[in-house]
């Protein structure tokens, strides 16, 4: 059955871009210039996913989704902006949106393509639907081993644009999985960590890595799915509020800057979510210069 979906953006000429490109995806779509014309459609029609700017007059994008997702709740919810998401880290943690696209330029279609078929199939997990390339991977068991690891992975990166990129968030990254997601460890208490430590059977940290002609990408998966779309909001929004003494209320913190320093970082961080079961972190950067724009937000929960 062909999955319907209505797209909301006051800009008639992206709308008929994005409406020519998902129907030759084999989607079916409707359009809407606002937000009260988007809900009149709903009234009308039965639809998987609403995408919508968030940026209209009148009604603005969160508050249509909220609206969206009150009438219908099973209907999908997508955001997408020009602008910098960041702007709007309190707004998506306060309507619990973790899916905001943002255009680029050129556009890339590419990822438009990999967000709409995450949303829609609930297919959200393995390096090798984000990037083409080869997959190399390993497992990791024994703490000591994670530096061995990470260095492995920068080296395999073609450039030291991608090995500048890739090294402090890879290490955020893997560390956070080895003992946060795998081993339970307090995230406030990172003074009681035991730091040598081996993993049991079944609890192992999975690494992989691929590149392909336009990027770099490494996931990293624990096998035990503790992370959630509010905690992660929750970090992001506090890293990116000052205090009144000008700097971050993160820095108060020590638990949460992992996440915030490898999405400054990279190009792009997706979160994937299976709960209970497992978390998989996806670091992708471009080639440099490839695409201009801000980077998206990408939560995804089964």
Known sequence: MTAKILLVDDEADFLDIMTEFIEDEGYAVKTATNGKEALHILEQDNFDLIVSDINMPGMKGFELLDKAAELYPSLKRVLITAYDVRDYINMAK??????????????????I?????????????????????????TYLKKSKDLERVNHEVIEFMKSDYHKRKFRQALSEITINA????????EGDKKHLWE??????????????WACDN?????????????????????????????GED????????????????????????????????????????????LYDGHRPLWIQEL
């Open 94 to 111: 306060n309507y619990n949106i973790g899916n905001i696209i943002t255009k680029t330029a050129p556009f890339n279609f590419d990822e």
């Open 113 to 137: 393509r990999i967000f709409l078929n995450n949303i829609l199939t609930g297919e959200i997990f393995g390096l090798g639907l984000y990037v083409q390339g080869r997959i190399h991977q």
């Open 178 to 185: 080895f003992f946060y997601g795998a081993k339970n460890e």
């Open 195 to 208: 730091f040598e430590t081996t993993l049991n059977d079944g609890e192992e940290v999975l690494v992989s």
């Open 214 to 242: 336009e990027k770099s990408g490494v996931a990293v998966t624990d096998q035990k799915g503790r992370l959630k779309k509010e905690d992660i909001l929750f970090w992001l929004e506090r890293n990116m509020t000052k």
């Open 246 to 289: 000008g700097l971050s209320l993160g820095l108060r913190d020590s638990h949460g800057k992992g996440l915030f320093i490898t999405r400054e970082t990279i190009d792009r961080l997706i979160i994937n979510i299976d709960h209970g079961k497992k978390t998989e972190v996806i670091l992708i950067n471009y080639e440099e210069g």
